[in-house]
């Protein structure tokens, strides 16, 4: 049975203390289209976060990464398919002539990194037929060649990452050798941002993956499967061996390896992936962890399993599915660039939670009419409606409260810490007393005496030893999802695992597995 746990986010931030939206550094799915054995786990049995591309007309935007690839022809210009440089021709001929000439209306094209080239690889089982890993659907007169990428090898400057559309595989070589070149334009976060969860896990906050911390342990691939299938760990159950694209998430190409003092690992480096080779029957992806090859093997050999939880965080994709990419852009911020005009190239869709492909935006606000009420008499009026949300009924919006789930407002409070009915709701201190006892105050202002955003009705975890990992306002002790920002604690089933966290959360209409995400 395949496993599908897609989810395309599109997240506003409605608190005041929330940061600006950028688009997380989502790790596409391999697109494998074929499992090796009976055994459950391997890359085909689940989708993450499928490939989708979208046709641009000499240029494609990758809609789950963003990003926007050139296209090569077959017609003796600086795009055809047969042309070869070295890497810093590349870099000085063919990239200089795509930004001097402004290719597609744009002069930021650049040559991928080794992750950016490597995650348009197309993993279909394709044997010894000669057809490149790609998607040739939309990447047209790609080559089975080696492309170069921008990467420079760690200990050697001198060479640099390249990737072979025939095998997937990833290989370095001098830089004055000639390969075949890529051009791609746009922002994506590459780096990893660790958090030791003090569980046996590490969280990777720039591409949402959870990972075991451990990485000692040495299996067969079978073997490797079926240990991730079955591992318990910091209170998941659903781990899983990594697809190569995850794998290589965790390489920095900096340093050669892994940020250290997070990940362990042991006498092995080359890690077992969940991908199969897309030619040769019965070789596995592996990633090496002591300078980033990846390539296949036999899967008879015992390597090192390190398990992955999650993968469906962070990418802004297309969230109505009307081809219009909330990120259209791809600068990294959904909405900043919405399509007015009629254009509906290279922008943002200016309504991304109702299907709009035309754009239209009749007064040209850069709100499209499909989000708008409009009312026609002599002159177009356009209406917005604004919904006010006070969560807790203190009279002041949760977009300006600094405590929205717990009321600290002029028409209702909450009773102080040290008063005889602590953090009960109150309209004045005799609410907050028992019987003749004057010992109750009524908290009905925003104080926040620490200035972090957090009203300190809420915000009872400063000072006092406990603390509040995600920044949400509430302790982990009481936190039903202490690693992720969730205020509202939101748990659909009731089963004490907030729903960002809840991998089943029963959130009836809510699509996939996030149904809060306030920051």
């Not at 496993?3 to 494998?32: E, M, R, S, Y």
């Not at 170069?148 to 559309?165: G, H, K, L, Q, V």
């Not at 390190?306 to 791809?330: A, E, L, M, P, W």
């Not at 306002?473 to 809840?502: F, H, K, R, W, Y």
Request: hydrophobic share 30%; aromatic share 10%; with cysteine.
């Amino acid at each position: 049975m395949k496993k599908t746990l897609t989810l395309q986010a599109f997240i506003f931030c409605l608190l005041p203390f929330c940061g600006l939206v950028v688009n997380a550094a989502i790790v596409p799915d391999t697109g494998q289209n074929f499992s090796r054995t009976g055994t459950f786990g391997e890359d085909h049995d689940y989708t993450i976060n499928p490939k989708s591309f979208t046709n641009l007309g000499g240029m494609v935007r990758d809609n789950v990464t963003g990003l926007i690839w050139e296209v090569k022809t077959d017609d003796g210009s600086i795009h055809d398919k047969d042309n070869k440089y070295t890497w810093y021709n590349a870099n000085d001929i063919f990239i200089k002539n795509l930004n001097d000439n402004s290719f597609g209306g744009f002069n930021d094209w650049r040559l991928p990194t080794i992750k950016e080239l490597s995650y348009i690889c197309l993993l279909a089982w394709r044997g010894y037929s000669g057809v490149p890993t790609i998607d040739t659907n939309y990447f047209l007169n790609t080559t089975t060649g080696t492309y170069w990428t921008s990467t420079t090898r760690a200990s050697a400057a001198n060479e640099a990452w390249m990737i072979s559309f025939y095998s997937g595989i990833t290989y370095y070589s001098n830089k004055g050798g000639s390969q075949y070149v890529f051009a791609v334009r746009g922002c994506n976060d590459e780096s990893s941002d660790f958090l030791d969860n003090l569980n046996g896990t590490v969280t990777d906050r720039t591409t949402g993956l959870i990972w075991q911390q451990d990485g000692t342990a040495q299996r067969n691939w079978e073997g490797a499967l079926t240990y991730c299938e079955d591992l318990s760990l910091g209170e998941f159950f659903d781990w899983r061996l990594p697809n190569r694209n995850e794998l290589q998430s965790l390489i920095d190409y900096t340093i050669g390896g892994v940020a250290p003092g997070y990940l362990t690992f042991g006498s092995n480096m080359f890690f077992w992936s969940s991908s199969d080779s897309v030619y040769a029957a019965g070789s596995i992806f592996w990633v090496a962890f002591n300078d980033g090859t990846m390539s296949d093997t036999s899967w008879s050999l015992n390597y090192a399993v390190r398990c992955v939880h999650g993968g469906q965080y962070g990418g802004f994709g297309d969230t109505d599915g009307d081809g219009i990419g909330d990120d259209g852009d791809s600068c990294g911020v959904a909405g900043d660039n919405p399509c007015t005009g009629g254009n509906t190239v290279l922008c943002d869709d200016n309504c991304p939670a109702v299907s709009n492909p035309d754009q239209a935006d009749a007064d040209n606000d850069g709100i499209g009419d499909a989000c708008e009420i409009i009312t026609t008499t002599t002159t177009v009026i356009t209406t917005t409606t604004t919904v006010i949300i006070d969560s807790d009924g203190d009279g002041i919006p949760d977009s300006q409260d600094t405590c929205p789930n717990k009321p600290n407002g002029p028409d209702l409070g909450t009773c102080s810490s040290t008063s005889d009915k602590p953090g009960g709701n109150c309209t004045s201190d005799a609410d907050c007393a028992n019987g003749c006892s004057t010992n109750g105050l009524c908290i009905k202002d925003q104080r926040d005496t620490d200035s972090d955003g957090f009203g300190d009705v809420c915000d009872f975890c400063d000072g006092n030893g406990a603390a509040d990992t995600d920044n949400d306002g509430l302790c982990d002790l009481e936190d039903n999802c202490p690693t992720i920002c969730n205020s509202q604690q939101l748990d659909a089933d009731s089963d004490g695992i907030g729903d960002v966290c809840d991998i089943d959360p029963g959130c009836g209409g809510c699509s996939g597995i996030e149904c809060e995400q306030q920051c």
